[in-house]
């Protein structure tokens, strides 16, 4: 479905501060993945997704969706067909607009028109989807006042509302504390098997990334060192993972803390 | 004179209305403003002076306006600089281009030429001109509010103000940042334009440095208007900016007619805008920290309680 063909990424080519952030990454990702992808700071996991994403430009390589190449398209017009969602609780939704608001935006992707597309059918509709958060009473409420898990919910719940061919969550419940880091993650998984979605999580977290979808890819150094699915990413542990990590790492780390943070 | 207070006031917050578009909704210092007051006054005035129908003229001085928006968002969106300093210089550019349009004259009286000011008067005789202007102006601005409320209300408009708390919110929704910033700031200066060719009709002429300090009285009347009420509510907030707007325009009449007791005079109005906006500023973050503040007393005492 997703393949992404010798991508190269180069920051600052050309200058002292030159850093190659991905080398020649070559991933395919097909129908209903769902991967964790793991590694240590500054191994190019969040650059990938950038990659995917259309933030930044590729150096060099090929991306294909669907056997369509969408290398040079732009970052909104991929969101036609992408959902992401990132750290920072606040980038996915605005918070000086309602509930309603936010959702209102986010049943079609594109520009909007002059039309009113909210109604008394959608207020049901949006307070069923605030039921499994809680939030249904809420919806004239500013997204501002909402908690960091809250918002962290509301966005997936944004994201999975057009059913993207491709979700990518961006280490989205880092920023959040433990209990509702949890929440977040049992939602995550509910709706990608609810609405069959192929997903990408990039995780500092190893049990998330142990229990979470078929697949686990791990980076180092702009590489992919690691790519396990099947019976063998269902009897992955944290220290055979740590153990992979340290016979196929490149970089000689002092200690476990330096490889994966838990 | 009362009236007099009330129709500057409503003219002015038309012009407000295009500031808090760029400013409040888009999160865009845009500065185009001064210029493209000017420009829709020069426009309106020319044609009228050359007999088009007041309507046409002040529908192309909202046009002209939207030009100036169009023009500045072009700048900003493909030059990638920033939305400050392409303003600074669509509104400098527009100094020379406000001159051409007066056909190189810095005036041009209204005085012998029917304007909204003189037909309202005649349309409402039974009223006396002033109260007939006053009428003739709310419900302009009634009907302007009544437009932009239902603007906002829509997708398009909700997708704008989504734009000013967070660029990447809308392009995760598939919508072009471009592509939005050419219509808020197209609208914001089309709203400009039309207030600067009310007021040139008002005063009695158009004037190519009417837009000096614009901005910043804007500014003020909105801070103003943030003061009298807290709210969300878009139809709230516009009516809160028409508001401020009068106040602010109350407080320079007042100004001009009692300064002289503390010996201002109406040369020192643009420091005292800068100040009130100064001033504003300080009583927003005061009032933030305070209740911030409050909720952290609140929070210590209710952990105190579960203890």
Known sequence: ???????????????????????????????????????????????????????FPVTSGTIKLDSKDITKEKEYKRAFY???????????????MSIKDNLSLSLTKGMKGLKFSYNNKKKAQFEELLKPIHLSDRLEDNVGLLSGGQRQALTLIMACLSKPRLLLLDEHTAALDPENARIVMELTKQYITKEKLTAMMVTHNMQFAIEFGNRLIMMDEGHIIMDVSGEEKKNLTIPILIERFKSLSKKEYTSDEGLLTH | MIEGIFIEGLIFSIMALGILISFRLLNLADLTCDGSVSTGAAVAAIMIVNGVAIPVAMLFAFLAGVLCGLCTAAIHNHLRIPGLLAGILTMTMLYSINLRILGNKANLPLIKVDTLYKVWPKMMSFLSPEVASLIGTLILIIVLKIILDLFFHSDLGISLGAMGGNEQVVISLGMSPSTLKYVGIGLSNGLIALSG???????????????????????AAIMLGEFIFNTNKISLITLR???????????????RKYGHYVGITPNDFKLLTGLLVIISLVIASTRQRASEENARKKALLRIKEDN
């Open chain 2, 197 to 219: 060719a009310l007021l040139a009709q008002y005063q009695g002429f158009a004037d190519t440095s009417l837009g000096t300090g614009m901005v910043v009285q804007g500014l």
């Open chain 2, 241 to 255: 900016v028409i508001l401020g707007s009068i106040i602010y325009k109350a407080l320079m009449y007042f100004g």
């Open chain 1, 82 to 96: 992408m959902g992401r969602i990132f750290q920072d609780p606040t980038k996915g939704t605005s918070g000086n």
């Open chain 1, 1 to 55: 479905m997703l393949e992404i063909n010798h991508v190269t990424k180069v920051f600052f080519p050309g200058t002292v501060n030159e850093k190659v952030a991905l080398e020649d990454i070559n991933l395919k990702v097909n129908e209903g993945d769902v991967i964790s992808v793991i590694g240590s700071n500054g191994s190019g996991k969040s650059t990938l997704f950038n990659m995917i994403a259309g933030t």
